[in-house]
């Protein structure tokens, strides 16, 4: 099973901005639809809340809490699907993960969870 790579995360004040990458190494990232997922505060076996999606042809899907802050895009020339996270707020605090899943309504999860990284706002 596949596992797929996190990074970007860090310690942000209210308001500013950070930006997530997600990388698949050894595998094409480009023939699959790419969430992202939230746990706050990690925990085995909690479940991880969807936060955004982009589908193979760049639909972009985002849940209500970070609808018009967030945006997530895909480079395939760098195998590469990033999360733009900006006007970040306290609640916004979680580990979090990206997995590659059969599409953004319903799915299933077709990779590995990975270690995630943490966003941390705070003042």
């Known amino acids: 099973q596949v596992q797929l790579v996190e990074s970007g995360g860090g310690l942000v004040q209210p308001g500013g901005s950070l930006r997530l990458s997600c990388t698949a190494p050894g595998f094409t990232l480009d023939n699959y639809t790419v969430g992202w997922f939230r746990q706050a505060p990690p925990a085995p076996g909690k479940e991880h809340e969807g936060?955004?999606?982009?589908?193979?042809?760049?639909?972009?899907y985002y849940s209500e809490f970070v609808k018009g802050r967030f945006t997530v895009s895909r480079d395939n020339a760098e195998n590469t699907v990033y999360l733009e996270m900006k006007r970040l707020k306290a609640e916004d605090t979680g580990q979090y993960y990206c997995a590659a899943i059969s599409g953004c309504s319903t799915y299933i999860y077709l990779s590995d969870w990975g270690q995630g990284t943490q966003v941390t706002v705070s003042s």
């Open positions: 936060v955004s999606c982009v589908s193979v042809d760049g639909m972009t």
